[in-house]
């Protein structure tokens, strides 16, 4: 299972795109489309800036993390869900963190 392409319009709108490095209201420090160093998927720093093209492919990275952790709870709780319940929780996861 795979999230729909939907939730990359959906997290785009709802997160907002900042193209440089900036530190959220936790503080935290953050680029694209709400991506922290959390995931790992793309190393930056205070100053750095991307392409509209990057901030996207960091999202869909972040995302495909977050694909493969609902699919490991998936599979540990032996469930079965529907596209909506699991693209749900591939922004969940997404946004919050397994």
Not at 8 to 21: F, N, P, S, T, W
Not at 57 to 65: F, N, P, Q, V
Not at 88 to 94: E, T
Request: aromatic share 8%; glycine share 8%.
């Amino acid at each position: 299972m795979k999230y729909d392409d939907r939730i990359i319009e959906l997290l785009k709108e709802l997160e907002g795109k900042k193209l440089k490095a900036y530190k959220d209201s936790n503080g935290v420090l953050t680029i694209g489309y709400g991506h922290t160093d959390a995931t790992g998927t793309f190393d930056f720093d205070k100053g750095t800036e991307i392409t509209e093209e990057e901030a996207e492919e960091i999202l869909r990275k972040d995302l495909d993390a977050a694909n493969k952790i609902v699919l490991q709870m998936m599979e540990n709780a032996d469930i079965e869900l529907n596209q909506q319940q699991f693209d749900a929780l591939c922004s969940w996861v997404y946004n919050l963190g397994p």
